[in-house]
Nanobody, 125 residues
Framework: QVQLVESGGGLVQTGGALRLSCAAS????????VAWFRQSPGKEREFVAALRAQSGYPHYEDSVKGRFTISRDNAKNMVYLQMNSLEPADTAIYYC??????????????????WGQGTQVTVSS
């Protein structure tokens, strides 16, 4: 079992930056793929970014490419999401997830079986 706890959300103005953190406990994250998803009111949960366990190559949703960076520190059992040039459309609850997705499912929420409780990110215009 892996427990995930996100932190780092908050209120920021358009163009600002935030760094989300996800702390894992219960088991090492080193053998798991990790990802960030987000959900806005009235919308489906959507993929943001992922890093598979076997490959350091990141995957990003198109709207965040060049602005967001996912990273992991296996020694600290942590996952991060650096978010720059934030836009009001980025406002959502952000969730950290861990699982063992194959390459074709890295962007799919069903491929991840451990989830955090979420952290709110609000970008004001």
């Amino acid at each position: 079992q892996v427990q995930l706890v996100e932190s780092g959300g908050g209120l920021v103005q358009t163009g600002g930056a935030l760094r989300l953190s996800c702390a894992a406990s219960g088991s090492s994250l080193s053998g798991y793929g990790v990802a960030w998803f987000r959900q806005s009111p009235g919308k489906e949960r959507e993929f943001v970014a992922a890093l598979r366990a076997q490959s350091g190559y990141p995957h990003y949703e198109d709207s965040v490419k060049g602005r967001f960076t996912i990273s992991r520190d296996n020694a600290k059992n942590m996952v991060y999401l650096q978010m720059n040039s934030l836009e009001p459309a980025d406002t959502a609850i952000y969730y950290c997830a861990a699982g063992r997705p194959i390459a074709s499912s890295a962007r799919t929420s069903a491929a991840y079986y451990y989830w955090g409780q979420g952290t709110q990110v609000t970008v004001s215009s």
